[in-house]
């Protein structure tokens, strides 16, 4: 049989389910649905069988003896774990202020204007008046020292960590490393809620957590002296780090840069991490194959969105206009710091209002888009003033802006993207925690096919690219029905090829 | 006779001319050489075809009574044209030189990198040095104020702008008023030596040139208080300040902003504007036609240059991943401008270094990629050190570098783009004089077709986005030339019509 046969007999077929005396117009209909219904079925068939011949990339293997540091081999013994406290000399926050009170605001919003253009110039005028009068960096200090922080050379850079151990009550449950990973314009900051709900035990639950929340780079860790630190680089300390502090195994959780790297952590090291736990899942593999094959999809899903997302992910792909503004309006900061890290990170560096404005606009849309319209865009919606400064402050006392936004230039380069962890699938256990307000959206087809052991994907309500710092109970609860999901699926893994 | 048989006689004819005993690849090869020929050929007719059928666009017809000031009505009676002077407060010079000594420059430049992360620190350094120690910018006032100032309210703003006129010698010859418009990042700074060679009187030629210089709504001249004026309604604002001046005709040059302004002065004002004249012509036209039109030429040049670019800008979009690397290396600033200008202008009006930094970026990369190699970014091969601190002075100066990039918002915008002025051909007599490194390449066949009159197309061998800066000389030259031109195509236009 033939597929035109096939076709007209689908139709002859369908038509006769309905009514002999079928008008012309039903007949044509009937055949036209029939004959999307067969090109749809062959294309699907079709990509299929494309993507089974295709074969499977291999992200390469990372050398994990390159010293990224500026000082001589020599200086670099190994000094150990160094325990850290933050602190600031009185100069640093005398000068901040005297830059804050000296602030240029010359300008006024546009008429009717909130976030529509930017960070609200009058809003911004209420953050710089509750950071001079209100905000207590002594209080906020203790606040950030409450969690132990360390420090110790890993690839010849120092790099800052906080190792939080379980609660004293959790003597005899069995304890769960977890390497906690954030992102840009985020900070250690962002885990301080949900580091405590990870460990305190839980009723009925054998297990509690271990912490190791790590900055990315940023922060207090030293940064690069060398160009090519992108995130399967970064991955590499980090494991280096895990098996320094006696880790053989761990779990690792991330989102936003966290994601990243913990996605090619996960792809380099599928014997050390036991499972990955991000609130960020996506495919960024850009190949023709799978580029052509989710354009189809898409398109396909614009006049049945079924086809492409399910229901409850609709509105985050459809009107697909409207996807393509809210990328082409997010992502500016994206493409300045991926090509100019250092034009922008230089204005960064020498502004505490610029910077605050810059961070800040991040934590406003970011979570989410209606945010523009509010005139003190949603900011304490979700966070405290305190909180979204605490954040500032990292960046600004440690001078970190220009060495972190780095990171996108590294990471959005050729010589990064030949790496092929961008292609390569994940193969450990994987939990994928998606919030409605993330930046970008990967339909779940492409999240099953990146992730070839994916033991849950759990869709929220709200929140968006800082899904630990908006809703850290979410997230949590989210790590912990993960775990015995990854212990599953490892066991099935082992059983399965013993 | 069909298509096919067309096809097939084609390539009959072609063989029996070569050989008669020919191989069955040379048949193939010829019938295939013929069918690309006659498919690009049939390519051409039809989208000639469909372009004739293809309604012409209209731009929108804008209103010039709007008060885009923040003033009431009644303070704005006509105050005339006021002379101006350039001063600033010895507490500004004293502020800027604080802040630059207390510059942060924590890090140095990644190892083995010039300006590939955007501007060198190394540097800006020596910028900061020569800022601080040689830079007089009481001697530079007294070079900004040597030409003739002016401002007066339209449209209610306080809009400033250089009148110079020409020179004793001048006295019987014929005035040719020219409205000189910049863009961003520049300023009236641009135009210093280009203006004294349009009022300078030059052999054998019986006119000289009057100069209206104006800075676009930068700098000296009052921000809007409302959203929405972009390219088109700041047209407005410059045609009734010719108007004012007692211009009811004259031309218009100018690259940049400056090109996206003086076209929408052409496109609205035909009957006044007597020619343009561009740095940078461009055609913007997005719809489906135009791009389906010109990807297809471009994709066809990708294997034959000829068929899309004229041999000597071949290196202008030829090889395609090149000229795209380029377009996404050099367009960040842009697209945080379009979307984020309150965000990024907060930043950029509290750090004289970032300033620098951010706007001599674009100096550096703009006049020439090969630029980012080099230590210096290729500054002072056009510039010197004190051209280019003139410029950031007088963004930093009058603080207008956060109203300065609303433009890039306002002309991205849905409400800009409705009005068709990037779709609407220009039917003015039009100059274009094109220099190799422009940011945004149109081929010569888009511009033809924007440009419906166009009395020239001058190719030049070195030159960038600030050609007016770079090359004065050339860009002066230039537009004496099209002078005659312009006027013949005006007398032609005239007497057909009589």
Redesign the interface.
């Known amino acids: 049989m033939s597929f035109a046969q096939l076709y007209i007999g689908a139709g002859n077929g369908f038509s006769s389910l309905t009514t002999r005396n079928h008008s012309p117009y039903s007949w044509m209909f009937c055949k036209a649905i029939t004959g999307v219904v067969l090109a749809i079925s062959g294309y699907v068939v079709l990509t299929q069988l494309w993507y089974a011949a295709y074969p499977e990339e291999i992200a390469a293997t990372l050398p994990e003896d390159v010293n990224w540091g500026?000082r001589q081999p020599e200086s670099l013994k190994d000094d150990g774990i160094r325990p850290f406290t933050i602190t600031t000399s009185p100069a640093v926050i005398e000068?901040l202020k005297f830059?804050l009170n000296?602030?240029?605001f010359?300008?006024?919003?546009?008429?009717?204007?909130s976030f529509e253009?930017?960070?609200?110039?009058d809003y911004?005028k209420k953050v710089r008046s509750y950071w001079l009068n209100s905000y207590d960096w002594s209080a906020r200090l203790k606040f950030l020292n409450s969690l132990p922080h360390f420090k110790t050379i890993v690839s010849g850079l120092d790099i800052h960590f906080i190792h939080a151990k379980p609660a004293a009550s959790a003597k005899n449950l069995k304890v769960i490393p977890i390497l906690l990973i954030h992102g840009w314009p985020g900070s250690i900051r962002e885990f301080y809620e949900l580091i405590p709900q990870l460990i305190t035990p839980r009723k009925n639950v054998d297990y509690v957590f271990e912490v190791v929340a790590h900055p990315a780079g940023f922060g207090y860790s030293e940064?690069?002296?060398?160009?090519g630190l992108a995130t399967a680089q970064i991955g590499v300390i980090f494991k280096k780090l895990m098996n320094k502090l006696g880790y053989e195994k761990f779990y690792v959780s991330g989102g936003n840069w966290g994601f990243k790297i913990g996605r090619d952590m996960a792809i380099a090291y599928p014997e050390n991490v036991l499972g990955f736990h991000s609130t960020m899942c996506m495919d960024m593999h850009l190949a023709p194959v799978p580029v052509v094959w989710t354009a189809v999809h898409v398109w396909i899903g614009s006049f049945i969105p079924g086809f492409a997302v399910a229901k409850e992910d609709e509105h985050r792909l459809y009107p697909l206009r409207d996807y393509a503004n809210w990328l082409?309006?997010?992502?500016?900061?994206l493409?300045?710091?991926?090509?100019?890290?250092?034009?922008?990170?230089?204005?960064?560096?020498?502004?505490p209002?610029?910077?605050a404005?810059?961070l800040m606009?991040k934590f406003s849309s970011l979570t989410n888009p209606a945010n523009r319209k509010l005139p003190d865009g949603g900011l304490t919606k979700k966070f405290t003033l305190d909180a979204l400064l605490d954040n500032v402050m990292i960046y600004w006392t440690t001078?970190s802006i220009?060495?972190a936004v780095?990171l996108y230039?590294e990471y959005l380069s050729n010589d990064y993207i030949k790496l092929k962890f961008d292609a390569a699938p994940v193969k450990v256990p994987t939990a994928c925690a998606r919030f409605p307000h993330e930046l970008v959206y990967s339909p779940d087809f492409r999240v099953n096919r990146k992730f070839k052991n994916l033991v849950r994907i759990s869709k929220y309500n709200d929140g968006g690219l800082y899904a630990a710092f908006e809703e850290p109970k979410i997230v949590a609860n989210d790590i912990w029905t993960s775990i015995p999901l990854f212990l599953k699926a490892r066991q099935n893994a082992s059983s399965g090829s013993s």
């Not at 082409?328 to 900061?333: A, F, H, N, R, S």
């Open positions: 500026a000068h830059r000296h602030t240029k010359p300008h006024a919003p546009l008429k009717g204007v253009y930017g960070f609200n110039i911004l940064a690069a002296a060398y160009s082409w309006t997010e992502t500016g900061y493409h300045l710091q991926a090509t100019k890290p250092d034009t922008i990170g230089t204005a960064l560096l020498d502004s209002i610029g910077l404005a810059y606009d001078d220009l060495t780095r230039s």
